[in-house]
């Protein structure tokens, strides 16, 4: 008896259990299929990094003896789809059994689950030994009530693992969360760490992808790929963000600067969501670093959050939602997504340096993500399904099961506040405060009306405007709708007509 089994792009974790024992009668598969290069537009270096890793990954799981079929993405014989190329390789191999890891994404777990079925009993899906909580988690706590708050989900997290916990349960420091002391601006100093992630040139595979026909945008870098191979690789980074990020990471989690393209973040996320780190030695060997003293408590705190709550809380999200949460589109927002999405040529500096730099390394940081290109697509009223396209394909760590609940609910409100308890947005004084963007900006960040007023003073006020209806109930926004109310009419009428105007020309602004 042959088993056949599946590993998927984002499934390269080496200590998952069924690498345990090398047993003769299992043959591993992985596949470079058209249909995960093709459902989305992808950023080039998302295609050649997780295309190298899982090359590595076959590499490494033949010199530990196991069988490996690998279908290259220009293998003639490769179907590019998973089904196909499933009862390629169950006939190739005279597999009487299939097992597959549980896929992240709704999308490969209904394609999966189905093939599966088809099969019978000989098929069988196993947890992927990651998360560290199930995929219902989140829903189980939150049944009956009628909001979900990510901070409950957090700390009930903490107990669970026991993570930054006294003795008595209680949390270390007094206090389960430091996010105020969290949100200094970066005057330029300490340094931005160096970047020393080892370069690879992935020139052959780069050339078969292109060659296969596989479309792609922004700078694949085929000749010095800077994402982690192997498990470790990723270590090694986990090393040099615990030497020289972390002890910053919380004073400048928010900052923005257009000296530092990721300032104390640990660029951990592709190593993570591929799977070559778990978030369980990552958060244990952060906690370690406060119980050492080398870091202070509230960078450690906002570290582990980031992980420990928000990223296994989007998961819980996604598959309470889905399907169907990727249709949400709660303020019925429209409009196309300008151009220069795709080549970074905007006049507002802001956006030229964060729409720059995604194309440029597949990465922004958060507040990137969410306060400058996130801000700017909700408050012009950017269709939210192609905010997500854009999103999904860019982004080096973008897999769906994060990313829709980060851009659709987080960032774009679609889905009426499931994410986000109000709508990420702010004019221009809220960028001037977290950093160095407005420096030297062609726009005014004072100026709200006038061809030279910052467009995201009048978008805001406009954005307000436009869902009273929707949002002026929410006591979050009191204070803003209360001056909205304050205002003379005709400063309003001019704020709506100024926001139309660049809603109107948003190619050139
Ligand atoms: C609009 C938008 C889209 C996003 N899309 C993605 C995505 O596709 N994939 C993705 O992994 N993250 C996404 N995020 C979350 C976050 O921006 C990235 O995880 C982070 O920027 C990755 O860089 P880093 O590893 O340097 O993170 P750090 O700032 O060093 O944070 C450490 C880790 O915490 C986790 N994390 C932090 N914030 C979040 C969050 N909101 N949700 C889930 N995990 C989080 C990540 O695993 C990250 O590696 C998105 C955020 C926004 C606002």
Same mark, same amino acid.
């Given at each position: 008896?042959?088993?056949?089994? *599946?590993?998927?792009?984002?499934? *390269? ?131 009956? @009530? ?18 930054? *916990? ?30 020393? @992630? ?7 595979? +780069? ?19 800077? =994402? ?25 989690? !928010? ?34 670093? =406060? ?18 709550? +928000? ?30 999405? +795709? ?39 950017? !269709? ?5 396209? +854009? ?9 769906? =099961? ?108």
């Amino acid at each position: 008896m042959t088993v056949l089994r *599946l590993i998927l792009g984002d499934q *390269l974790n080496p200590h998952h259990r069924w690498f345990d024992q090398v047993d003769g009668a299992v043959v591993y598969t992985l596949m470079e299929v058209r249909q995960e290069t093709d459902y989305v537009l992808h950023h080039a270096q998302k295609i050649l990094a997780i295309f190298a890793a899982m090359r590595d990954f076959a590499r490494h799981l033949r010199a530990a003896g196991h069988r490996v079929d690998y279908l290259a993405i220009d293998d003639p014989a490769n179907r590019q789809a998973l089904p196909a190329n499933l009862d390629l390789l169950r006939d190739r191999h005279g597999a009487t059994a299939f097992e597959y890891q549980a896929p992240d994404e709704w999308r490969l777990d209904r394609q999966l689950a189905d093939y599966a079925r088809h099969l019978g009993p000989s098929a069988r899906m196993v947890d992927t030994d990651h998360f560290l909580s199930a995929r219902d988690t989140a829903a189980a706590l939150f049944q009956g @009530r009628r909001r979900w708050l990510m901070e409950h989900f957090y700390r009930h997290m903490r107990r669970v693992h026991g993570v930054l *916990l006294e003795p008595d349960g209680g949390p270390v420091g007094g206090q389960w969360n430091f996010d105020h002391d969290n949100r200094k601006p970066w005057p330029g100093l300490p340094a931005e760490p160096d970047d020393s @992630r080892p370069r690879h040139d992935h020139g052959v595979l +780069w050339r078969a992808i292109t060659a296969a026909g596989v479309g792609s945008f922004g700078d694949p870098m085929a000749d010095r790929l800077p =994402w982690p191979l192997n498990r470790a690789e990723a270590l090694a980074q986990l090393d040099a963000f615990l030497a020289q990020g972390l002890r910053h990471f919380g004073d400048y989690q !928010d900052a923005m600067s257009i000296r530092g393209w990721r300032l104390f973040h640990s660029l951990l996320s592709f190593a993570l969501n591929t799977k070559m780190l778990s978030p369980a030695e990552v958060v244990a060997r952060v906690e370690e670093e =406060w119980r050492r003293g080398v870091a202070p408590l509230p960078a450690v705190e906002g570290f582990i959050r980031q992980i420990l709550g +928000w990223r296994e809380y989007v998961r819980g999200v996604y598959w309470a939602h889905m399907p169907g949460y990727d249709d949400r589109n709660a303020l019925g927002h429209d409009l196309p997504l300008p151009s220069w999405f +795709w080549t970074g040529q905007v006049g507002m500096r802001c956006l030229a340096h964060a729409v720059g730099q995604s194309l440029r390394h597949a990465y922004a940081h958060h507040i990137q993500r969410l306060m400058v290109i996130g801000n700017f697509a909700l408050l012009a009223g950017l !269709d939210p399904a192609a905010v997500h396209r +854009w999103y999904l394909g860019v982004y080096i760590d973008a897999f769906e =099961w994060v990313e829709l609940p980060n851009t659709l609910g987080m960032s774009q409100f679609a889905d009426g506040g499931l994410m986000a308890t109000k709508p990420y947005v702010s004019g221009a004084a809220y960028i001037d405060r977290m950093g160095d963007y407005c420096r030297g900006c062609r726009y005014d960040r004072k100026a709200r009306v006038g061809p030279r007023a910052c467009p995201f003073n009048a978008l805001y006020w406009d954005f307000l405007d436009r869902h009273a209806a929707a949002l002026s109930a929410n006591p979050r926004l009191a204070l803003p709708y209360r001056q909205l109310a304050r205002m003379d009419p005709a400063d309003r009428k001019a704020l709506r007509d100024q926001a139309a105007d660049t809603r109107r020309r948003l190619e050139t602004i």
